[in-house]
């Protein structure tokens, strides 16, 4: 796996993967929101994944919407800001959720604050019985806590149901680079690298205290540009895309 001269992968490296999707991802080019042609696009993608066999589970992020963060800086309550931002990722299950149904894909959403209109309460059992029929889980409202970002959110559900790797889907971002590439053209990207050496240099992989956890439980990490066509499942059949962190 992850040699620089594979020609081929194997018809199925993981069992079950957990794909973080950026909320900025799904807003394409708009700027905010939503963008429908690329929810489709990443439906397509993830209904490819599926088609394989592959369990999986989708931690969405908030950011097209809102940012609780940013607004925190700017005198908002923290912790009302990520609330805020909580509900802007449960927006965002819905509409993967529609898009994937369209496809014909079983698709359930789990949510860590209870909304019962809309989807079901995460419940970690429940997860994966629903992953085992050949259901894609889509996980939305983060930990349920404020002060954690939805990166936590992915690495912390990726150790619980038991993934054999968390796929860190970019916007725009190819891997993990030495230096910020749109600033530095002489910026390097690593092809593979180690938790504790992210860590240390305090590369941008995720937020640190995701980055810890992943470190700790030994998942490894792969970052890569999820609006890429066809890395999603590349990434998952074992394929070099992007960066792997282990």
């Given at each position: ?14 069992d079950r993967?957990?794909l973080?999707?950026s ?7 708009a700027?905010y929101?939503i963008d ?11 209904a490819r994944?599926?088609a394989?066999?592959?369990q ?16 925190s ?5 923290r912790?009302?800001a ?7 990722t449960?927006?965002?299950a ?20 209870e ?8 419940i ?11 259901r ?9 806590n404020p002060?954690f970002?939805t990166?936590?959110?992915a690495?912390l ?7 054999q ?11 993990v680079?030495d230096?910020?590439?749109?600033r530095n ?6 092809h593979?690298i180690?938790h ?13 205290s995701?980055?810890?956890l992943?470190?700790?439980n030994?998942?490894?990490?792969i970052?890569?540009d ?14 070099e895309?992007g960066?792997?962190?282990?």
């Amino acid at each position: 796996m992850w040699e620089s001269e594979r020609k081929t992968a194997p018809a199925r490296i993981y069992d079950r993967i957990l794909l973080k999707l950026s909320g900025e991802a799904l807003m394409g080019q708009a700027g905010y929101g939503i963008d429908p042609d690329v929810v489709q696009a990443l439906a397509r993608e993830i209904a490819r994944v599926a088609a394989r066999g592959i369990q999986l589970a989708i931690v969405v992020g908030g950011g097209n919407i809102w940012r609780g963060i940013a607004a925190s800086t700017r005198g908002m309550d923290r912790a009302t800001a990520d609330y805020m931002g909580m509900l802007a990722t449960i927006i965002n299950a819905l509409a993967l959720q529609d898009a994937l149904e369209h496809l014909g894909i079983v698709t359930r959403v789990q949510t860590a604050i209870e909304m019962h209109q809309v989807a079901e309460p995460y419940i970690r059992r429940r997860a994966i019985r629903h992953m085992e029929k050949g259901r894609i889980v889509i996980l939305a409202g983060g930990t349920g806590n404020p002060y954690f970002t939805t990166d936590t959110a992915a690495a912390l559900r990726a150790i619980e149901l038991g993934a054999q790797v968390l796929l860190m889907g970019k916007n725009n971002i190819d891997g993990v680079y030495d230096d910020d590439p749109k600033r530095n053209p002489q910026a390097r990207r690593f092809h593979v690298i180690s938790h504790q050496e992210a860590i240390e240099r305090n590369l941008r992989v995720m937020d640190q205290s995701a980055l810890a956890l992943c470190r700790e439980n030994g998942l490894p990490i792969i970052v890569f540009d999820v609006l890429k066509p066809g890395n999603i499942e590349k990434a998952a059949l074992g394929y070099e895309v992007g960066t792997l962190v282990r």
